[in-house]
């Protein structure tokens, strides 16, 4: 599925475009912000493939923040979301996916998305056919390498209860101690993807083998409680996924 981030301040038109593109099988919203702090900063962590942005933000412009999109390693395509017109010729000058004007349509949403999957595997086409393929022996190891005290510590993989983000920190969990890692969120999930791990969260990750209790949540959203009893939420674009692992 294709991953999408949302940049609109507008709660309500926030909301309605992520309605949209959940009902969608082919996009997956991973996350969304109402200004462009808060929105550089997750896309570094999540990398979306598509960001759907706003162009007139309380907080900043979307122009200006597509520009620094494109300078990132893996910049992802941009939709631009707007109630103006006027700023479509520096939108495609950005080489922006679609520009889609307010209110929204559910046809025209729809076709956006066949567009962002159309380019999406024209780019994967063309990384495979400029990339050199080495076939190296693979070696892998059960461990993290967390923080402690200014100490380098190899937790065991199967000890994590689950690693999330606070104050920008990325952090580990296990059932006796907390470590924060120099590591990016994306990245561990895809050093974890061969053990029991989910993501739940566009900010954690959760072992589902040290899961002990579901509990329901405001506006059916849900929080996953461990066997320590600690707590961690599951967003509403998640809960689909997390309802066909756990079986409920």
């Not at 996009?27 to 109402?34: C, F, K, N, S």
Request: aromatic share 10%; with cysteine.
């Amino acid at each position: 599925m294709i991953r999408a981030y949302l940049v609109e301040d507008e709660i309500f038109a926030r909301e309605d475009l992520n309605d949209l593109l959940c009902q969608s099988n082919k996009l997956e919203v991973v996350g969304e912000a109402d200004e462009i702090q808060t929105a550089i900063w997750e896309i570094h962590q999540l990398e979306p493939e598509v960001v759907f942005l706003d162009i007139h933000l309380a907080k900043g412009n979307g122009i200006e923040l597509a520009k620094q999109l494109r300078t990132l390693k893996k910049p992802p395509f941009v939709v631009f979301v707007t109630a103006f017109d006027k700023y479509a010729v520096q939108a495609f000058g950005l080489d922006a996916v679609d520009y889609i004007l307010k209110p929204f349509d559910e046809k025209r949403i729809e076709q956006t998305i066949e567009k962002i999957v159309k380019w999406n595997q024209l780019k994967k086409e063309d990384v495979q056919s400029q990339s050199i393929k080495e076939i190296k022996p693979s070696m892998k190891i059960n461990k993290l390498a967390v923080v402690k005290d200014e100490r380098i510590i190899l937790v065991d993989i199967n000890n994590i209860m689950y690693i999330g983000t606070e104050n920008r920190q990325v952090f580990v969990k296990t059932l006796n101690d907390k470590f924060v890692i120099d590591t990016l969120l994306y990245e561990i999930e895809q050093k974890l993807e061969n053990f029991s791990f989910l993501r739940v969260h566009r900010g954690n990750i959760i072992n589902l083998e040290y899961v002990n209790e579901i509990e329901q949540w405001f506006n059916g959203t849900y929080n996953i409680i461990f066997c320590d009893g600690s707590k961690v939420p599951v967003s509403r674009s998640y809960i689909k996924t997390v309802r066909k692992h756990l079986g409920f």
